[in-house]
């Protein structure tokens, strides 16, 4: 089976090696980089990017966003992403593991910011004219903080990025139309059942195997993914499927069966029903026409 790369931070070409962190200017991050990144790929990290010039699409798991200045991208592990520009882009990127974050911030939790809380939470946020440079200047400093070297170094990296994201989960909130922000008391919940569904979607299919590893009543979950994304479990857990269908289908060479084999179907054909229903194309017509 093909997969979909994964890179990893210490494939980035950067001045301090880490395998936590990583922050560039963004023009040297695509010319140091450009082998690894003009081909789809995922990361196993966060990553956030502003960009202050330029003009392009950025497209994130099959949906493509407009490239502008202003324009902040969020990216969570796992997800399927590649860049197209029009005009040179101008801005700065930086990534981080979970644990960078999480070890060094006490009571912080990645997942608490509004834009990484869930996959249904949109990945861009535009800024407003006068919003770029207060915020470009946050990233500026976090840029010139790791090139240097000096005592507390990483506790100040990490107290930027936390400045960075909660700048931006204001503006976020601000910005992005209610109906499309997810938040509750039920969001920690929510975000296990995602977590659940992203380890076991591929062998387990049933909305009662993700109560029972919540300690939780099917009715429960299924109440909690209707409140918040007015989607049943079952749902979630097929449109996950559908998606890794998609990311095979277009970003591998591997071959129908396999694909569905590999999403954890015996039967191809109820597997094509089940792709047709949620997309409107049978799986060889979906890769037929993405292709074109």
Avoid at 9 to 16: D, G, L, M, R
Avoid at 40 to 62: K, N, Q, R
Avoid at 147 to 155: A, E, H, L, P, S
Avoid at 266 to 271: P, S
Wanted: aromatic letters at 16%.
């Amino acid at each position: 089976m093909e997969h979909i790369p994964t890179l990893h931070i210490e494939a980035f070409e950067q001045e301090v090696l880490s395998t936590e962190f990583y922050c560039n200017e963004l023009a040297a991050h695509l010319e140091n980089n450009r082998s690894l990144i003009h081909k789809p790929h995922s990361h196993d990290f966060y990553l956030c990017v502003i960009f202050t010039e330029g003009s392009g699409f950025h497209e994130i798991d099959f949906n493509r966003y407009t490239v502008a200045p202003g324009s902040v991208f969020f990216l969570k592990p796992g997800q399927v992403h590649f860049w197209n520009f029009s005009n040179p882009p101008k801005g700065y990127i930086f990534f981080h593991t979970k644990e960078f974050y999480e070890l060094r911030y006490s009571h912080a939790a990645v997942s608490n910011y509004t834009f990484y809380a869930n996959n249904y939470n949109p990945p861009k946020l535009q800024l407003s004219d006068t919003a770029i440079a207060p915020i470009a200047q946050r990233f500026a400093e976090l840029y010139t903080t790791q090139t240097k070297d000096f005592q507390f170094k990483v506790r100040k990296l990490v107290s930027l990025i936390a400045l960075i994201y909660i700048d931006l989960n204001t503006l976020y909130n601000a910005n992005t139309p209610s109906g499309n922000v997810y938040a509750s008391n039920y969001l920690q919940t929510f975000y296990e059942l995602e977590h659940y569904i992203n380890q076991y979607y591929k062998t387990e299919k049933s909305a009662q195997f993700y109560a029972n590893q919540l300690h939780r009543t099917t009715k429960h979950i299924n109440r909690i993914s209707k409140e918040l994304v007015n989607k049943t479990t079952t749902q979630l857990i097929t449109e996950r499927v559908i998606l890794e269908a998609k990311r095979q289908l277009v970003h591998s060479d591997n071959s129908l069966t396999d694909i569905c084999f590999d999403l954890g179907f015996e039967d191809y054909a109820y597997f094509s029903r089940l792709f047709k229903k949620y997309t409107g194309n049978t799986p060889s017509s979906f890769k037929k026409d993405y292709n074109l």
